[in-house]
């Protein structure tokens, strides 16, 4: 079982309420982002501290950013054509939380 | 004392998204609602009242009898266009009933089965106001009878959910997409269910009106939220199973339309027909309103459909005081006619012809607008559209294009500073022969007391991380009140007294080569000069030892 599946299957329990599937959803969000090994790198930044708080992701690193990044709501891993997990739907999904982190960074202005 | 801005980029992903697609409900083209129903086409006329329409009810009767035929009666004659429902609940279950004139949208009924059957009929001139049903035998029935106009008379009602036979207590939700409106409708007993209930869908708090409450039957009517959006009716049977029948029909909603998983922004003209806007929200409460919003991005997710605009444009505006989320109120508000849209700010937009590859995430291009209507300690919120949404006109082939109907796969990434005031963060005082320094420190690193010829004091208070006061060549007193981290106080040569008050990790006081007073731990095994000042007394309690070894000195008064 993946981070990415576990979510999942939250996502699907529809005998949930929205604030218990975001309860839910931050305990995932925290242990998928604990297992990140640092550094790590994206692009020409150097990715050095990852803190999880609730809802958000606190990243901070070294390059020519507006440090830090805060990740809100944020997911565990993100659709890619070449990802590794395949949801039931048939979508391909990166489960590694550092996708998210690379995502985030690359959609800044 | 000085300022400096801070900057940090937030990413925000989607909370809640609404689509709604008016020409069709959903995965539902069979009877759809085809643009040239509502005037898409040249010049676009139906649109904006269109828009504006809801399904409305006219009137309603509901009878009872155990007859062969079935019958019931409106209170006055329908208008003609009016859309007619028949409902006809009955415990006989072995024959069929017939309305003449009228088409059966869902009928289920046989041996052991009790029988749950509806039709409807578009009225004419003088349409009759007695409805009749025939039957070969007798049994107990329940009759209902409804007249719809507003949207109803442009587009016909279809099976939502079709009549399907009930056998457990467990609820039963249908359906489960939703609809604008509908007739919910389920049959009961005497010796079967105790209670056959029919209600709107607990949460979603749709208006909800009963038509027929008996032992025998139940039908009613469930109008989805702003008439446009979803409602979910849910029956609650409990008692005795037997198997039964339920059913809905109506006007699908259309919150979702397409392949599942998507929501549609743009126009299709030709039939098939797709009319949708999308709204999304983001909770932008994160973003201090203080705070000086210098870029702002919003990147959404394609859907399962690969689709995009060859002529017109993805245009997204602001709809900040729009609610998105679902509400009891039967006023209209995502959806925005042209005219409304042109008035909207548009904030970002994507180009024709763009590529688009299914579940993806795209950026759109910003708008100078988008900064200012980051709704900054509030909520954020979108109408995703497209340019013929806004200018009215409509190209011969289809603009649209899909994303995802999951919110947190849309996020907003914001960059924003704040000017931060900060009090002090190194200090440096140089004086020459003041009597006393005292230094406030909240953050970061050091103070310094350069002093020559003398100081009498020096005072640090710091909160945080490192600090440390040195004076040269002699200080007669340095007080560090320190709080965290790391604290040294050094004086050289000569400190008539160093006072470190450390609360955490490391803490050193060092003097070289002579301290006068200190407090510094006795039981450091280090060379000391004590030197007592004229007329002291040493009083020396109850047990005390003084040791006085090797090539330490004791002088006293000659007295």
Known sequence: MTALDDWWAVEADHSLTDYEKQALFNDIRAAAFLEVQLPFYVDALQITGIAVSGNRVDVSGLGKFSWPLRIYNGPVGVTDPDGNVTKADGSKWFSDPIEVVAQCIRSAP | MYSERTLTTSVIYGSTIRGQNIQ??????????????????????????????????????????????????????????????AVILRTADNTTTTLS?????????????????????????????????????????????????????????????????????????VPSTGMMAGVCAIVNGTGSWTTATLADF??????????AATTLANCSEIVGYNNYEDATAQ??????PRATNRLVVGWPHNTISGTAGSLYAGIEPNAGSLAGQVGIEFDTATIPALNTVSAATLTLKSGTSVTWPSTATSEIFSINSTAIAKTASNTRTLWRTP?????????????AGSAYVANTTYAWDSESAFISNINQGSTTRLLVATSEQRTGSLAGSTQTYSVSDTPGNHFLTIVHDRLVTIPTVTATASASAPGRLVAYLRTLPTVFGNAS???????????????????????SRIVNVLRTITASAEASPVITRIASLARTITASVQAVPGIVAAYQPFSVQLPRVVRLPFRAIVALSHQTRARISQRSTLRLPKE
């Not at chain 2, 607990?202 to 038509?211: E, H, K, L, P, V």
């Not at chain 2, 005219?339 to 180009?351: H, Q």
């Not at chain 2, 010829?453 to 006061?469: K, M």
């Open chain 2, 235 to 240: 029956y609650t049977l409990s008692g005795t």
């Open chain 2, 202 to 211: 607990i949460g979603n708090n749709a208006s909800y009106t009963q038509f």
């Open chain 2, 453 to 475: 010829p003398v100081i009498s004091r020096i005072a640090s208070l710091l909160q945080s991380i490192a600090a440390s006061a040195n004076a040269s060549p002699a200080i």
């Open chain 2, 339 to 351: 005219t409304e849209v042109a008035a909207l700010t548009k904030v970002a937009t994507r180009a």
């Open chain 2, 24 to 85: 069709y409900g959903p995965l539902s083209k069979s009877p759809d609602v085809t643009a040239a129903t509502i005037g898409l086409a040249s010049p676009f006329t139906n649109l904006s009242t269109f828009l504006t329409t809801k399904v409305t009810r006219t009137r309603f009767t509901n009878s009872t009898g155990s007859t062969t035929n079935p019958t019931a009666t409106f209170s006055a004659t329908p208008a003609n266009g009016s859309a007619l429902i």
């Open chain 2, 101 to 173: 004139g009228w088409t059966q949208l869902s009928n289920a009924g046989a041996g052991g089965v009790r029988q749950a059957a509806v039709w409807w009929k578009r009225a004419g001139v003088s349409e009759p106001t007695v409805v009749t049903a025939t039957n070969a035998t007798a049994a107990a029935w329940n009759m209902t009878i409804i007249e719809y106009g507003g949207w109803a008379t442009l587009a016909d009602p279809v099976s939502i959910s079709a009549s399907a036979t009930v056998s457990s207590t467990a609820n039963i939700t």
